[in-house]
């Protein structure tokens, strides 16, 4: 489900990784069970794995595959530059968006929503996952997260500067806090499921008090990069 040309009514999907060959098949199965337009592209951004994320990417698929260095707004910047249609779909590979994802965006866009996101819930039961997945509901930018994905104007999104590379982590809050200041941002009522494995390789309410601190230093004006040696120095 590749596009051939630019296309008004058309998503590129976007999806940044670095050796995830464990979730590749589950992702492709996703993407070809939920894709309903034809002209809907795909792009794998790999950050240089060095297991077989790419070669089983090829071998189970057509989507096309770039080779990026490593870091996710660099990836996904890549990514956007490449895209063939007017709208982009930033996603997660451990992320299912709802049926006919694609239809629905198109959709959204054409009621002149210019950027957004869907509802978000963890495949997960912890009360801790069920409250964040909760609050995902609400228009501001402290619910937002890269975890729900994001659709976005492809001239928009030049037009914003993209994500930016400065940032190892939190690059996808850091852009959607610039969006917010711009323009109109919209959450979609349906809802997104996306992978606690983090959380549970880390410790859920361990990790949910990181991320806590880690925002709240960047709401202080702490570096990128300290917050990336920050987040390295206690995540596993």
């Not at 337009?37 to 070669?55: I, M, N, P």
């Not at 982009?88 to 959709?107: C, K, N, R, T």
């Not at 499921?193 to 008090?209: C, D, E, P, V, Y």
Request: charged share 25%; hydrophobic share 40%.
């Amino acid at each position: 489900m590749t596009g051939n040309s630019t296309n008004k009514e058309a998503i590129t999907i976007i999806i940044p990784l670095l050796n995830e060959e464990t979730y590749i098949e589950g992702c492709i199965k996703v993407l070809n069970e939920r894709i309903k337009r034809s002209a809907t592209e795909v792009l794998f951004v790999d950050g240089g794995s060095k297991d077989k994320s790419v070669s089983v990417i090829k071998a189970l698929s057509d989507f096309t595959v770039l080779n990026s260095k490593a870091g996710r707004a660099v990836q996904m910047n890549m990514g956007a530059k490449a895209a063939r249609n007017s709208i982009l779909y930033f996603l997660h590979i451990d992320s299912v968006p709802p049926v006919g994802f694609d239809e629905i965006i198109v959709a959204a866009v054409k009621k002149k929503n210019r950027v957004g996101c869907f509802k978000m819930k963890f495949d997960a039961e912890h009360w801790a996952l069920k409250l964040a997945g909760y609050f995902t509901r609400f228009n501001h930018p402290f619910c937002r997260g890269g975890d729900q994905s994001l659709f976005i104007e492809k001239k928009l999104f030049d037009q914003m500067g993209g994500f930016n590379e400065d940032y190892p982590i939190c690059e996808d809050n850091e852009f959607t806090d610039r969006l917010y200041r711009n323009v109109k941002f919209k959450v979609l009522e349906h809802e997104l499921i996306t992978s606690a494995r983090r959380f549970k390789k880390n410790g859920i309410l361990r990790l949910q008090f990181l991320h806590s601190l880690i925002h709240f230093f960047r709401f202080l004006g702490v570096s990128p990069k300290y917050l990336h040696r920050y987040y390295k120095r206690f995540l596993q």
